[in-house]
């Protein structure tokens, strides 16, 4: 069976948010993000510091997508208090002036 769902993973040292969208046969797989900066964290403070909650499962990944663009939206990304820096739902890039991280240096805070 193959799962589509929305997870949370939050960085237990800092409380800040990653929010993405995963697709397995393994619903206890140790998938717990990607995106460079949420990897560079994860880096910073070790896999162990990080938790994985799983906010709703999709029949399609399509419609899994749907939801993780109606949360990770452009308030959202501009949120210091999260790692995601490209709109939910697979595409949709900001580019320069609009992208959050625009004149910010390196991994936010």
Not at 31 to 52: E, L
């Amino acid at each position: 069976m193959r799962y589509h769902f929305v997870y949370k993973t939050t960085n237990n040292v800092n409380s800040k948010i990653y929010v993405g969208v995963h697709s397995t046969d393994y619903i206890n797989d140790s998938y717990i993000g990607s995106g460079r900066w949420f990897k560079k964290a994860v880096k910073k403070y070790g896999r162990d510091s990080f938790s994985r909650e799983i906010l709703g499962f999709f029949y399609t990944r399509q419609a899994a997508l749907s939801e993780e663009a109606r949360i990770v939206d452009k308030a959202f990304i501009k949120d210091k208090s999260t790692y995601n820096v490209f709109l939910g739902g697979g595409g949709n890039r900001l580019t320069g002036k609009d992208h959050p991280c625009y004149g910010r240096p390196g991994l936010r805070g």
